[in-house]
């Protein structure tokens, strides 16, 4: 069963997905609070917020440059291991990702190193202006990825043409209800982990009295306030999405009969494993969710009794929350792909079709080249993130070097 290349390409991609999922959820996360003071800063001429700045900025940098690393090779892996959907679906699946990848690779890309490097060379505006597109690519980005994946849980907006499909309405392509639900899921709960983010580093600071700048004390007030309303949008996008499952696509029928259709999902080809894997990450998405929609209104009742700011017992234990999000999102991500089994393309393309012929000797060797790359990945990137935050706002990558005093001149002695 470990040899068997259909499962291993299934858990390779879960891995990968996951893994890369990870940066991704923090970068769409710190990146309007990152915005938001240093719109503030440009304002009030606030150097303080802008110190945040360059302090949040580098946990930021980091991760982003992580999540590039882990994108180039998920799309490798996309490419060599799943030529069935792209020979098939190629016109339809990949044409939002071509856009992402142009979206993430060159306008993201290109503005974040002209905000990286045009620090005190460009306007206060103009620098702003350069993260403001950072940020809205972002989204873009995780836009175009999430109407790509909408199209294999709804295909819609394409005919098929000798065998291939083809698209026919990009307008309904990009108004699938399951790429715009999953968009306002993915938004709120990336956001929720860039609050607990925030949150766990700031606690970490305000225990140990480490506040200098202020920088520690708004960055935990922000995070009550963002767990005390995101939470909702959660629950809400994420309900609406169940509406979906089991709901035959609007295009269904084109490539098997109903009769096919019925005999491929009663054969259930994952069997125990697959429901098992599916039921139990439905649990851990529910219930760890269910957990966090509590902890921003706790936040917000300790806050006017100084509980956010001088409670250790309070504090210490949110430097953990973030684990919390991470895995409720990564859980939500195995349900909704393995709840869309034995169908890569509902109703049109079959997993088992969809994966690449390949030797059992090479699925290993896929399988594990690939999850030895993403956890040395995630690991590096797990390790840089605590390093950099626990240094504090003197000690991150974008951190303001001021320059030493030069040390005076030996008095020259006239006899």
């Known amino acids: 069963m470990l040899e068997d290349p259909l499962l291993l390409a299934r858990l390779q991609f879960a891995l990968t997905s996951a893994t890369h999922y990870m940066f991704v959820a923090l970068t769409l996360g710190l990146a309007p609070y990152i915005l938001t003071t240093q719109f503030l800063s440009a304002l009030r001429g606030d150097r303080s917020r802008m110190t945040a700045v360059r302090f949040w900025g580098g946990l930021y940098l980091v991760n982003y440059g992580m999540g ?21 679906f190629g016109y339809t699946f990949a ?35 350069c993260f403001a597109v950072v940020t809205v690519t972002a989204y873009a980005s995780a836009w175009w990825v999430l109407v790509s994946n909408g199209f294999l849980r709804n295909p819609t ?18 108004t699938n209800p399951a790429a715009t639900m999953a968009f306002g899921h993915i938004v709120s709960s990336a956001m929720t982990v860039g609050a607990l983010v925030v949150a766990a580093t700031s606690a970490y600071h305000l225990v140990r009295r480490d506040d200098p700048h202020g920088i520690f004390r708004r960055g935990i007030r922000y995070a009550a306030i963002v767990m005390s309303v995101v939470p909702m949008f959660v629950v809400v996008f994420g309900g609406i999405q169940f509406e979906l499952f ?10 098997y009969t109903a009769e096919e259709i019925e005999a491929i999902e009663a054969a259930s080809p994952g069997g125990p494993l697959l429901n098992g894997v599916n039921a ?31 409670w250790r017992w309070f504090l210490a234990p949110l430097v953990v929350t973030p684990f919390a999000p991470y895995l409720a999102s990564v859980g939500g991500w195995v349900y909704r792909e393995t709840n869309r089994q034995p169908w890569t393309v509902v109703h049109h393309l079959t997993t088992a079709d969809a994966v690449t012929p390949m030797s059992p000797g090479a ?18 990137t797990y390790w840089l993130l605590v390093r950099y935050a626990r240094r504090g706002p003197g000690g991150g990558p974008l951190a303001e070097r001021r320059e030493e005093p030069e040390e005076p001149a030996d008095p020259v002695h006239t006899f």
Request: proline share 5%.
């Open 246 to 255: 089991g709901q035959a696509p609007p295009t269904s029928g084109l490539t």
């Open 280 to 310: 139990t990450a439905d649990v851990l998405m529910m219930g760890l969710w269910a957990v966090l929609f509590f902890l921003g209104p706790i936040m917000l009742l300790v806050w006017p009794f100084g509980g956010l700011d001088r």
């Open 95 to 129: 044409a939002p990702l071509a856009l992402e990848t142009m979206t993430a690779f060159f306008i993201e890309s290109t503005f974040l190193g002209l905000w990286i490097f045009g620090w005190d060379r460009m306007g206060r505006w103009t620098h702003l202006a």
């Open 363 to 380: 699925a290993v060797a896929s399988f594990t080249f690939f999850t030895v790359a993403f956890a040395v990945l995630a690991a590096v």
């Open 68 to 88: 590039i690393l882990s994108g180039l090779v998920m799309e490798l892996q996309l490419a060599l291991n799943w030529s069935g959907l792209h020979e098939t």
């Open 157 to 174: 907006g394409f005919e098929m043409v000798d065998g291939v499909a083809q698209l026919t309405d990009p307008v309904a392509l990009m």
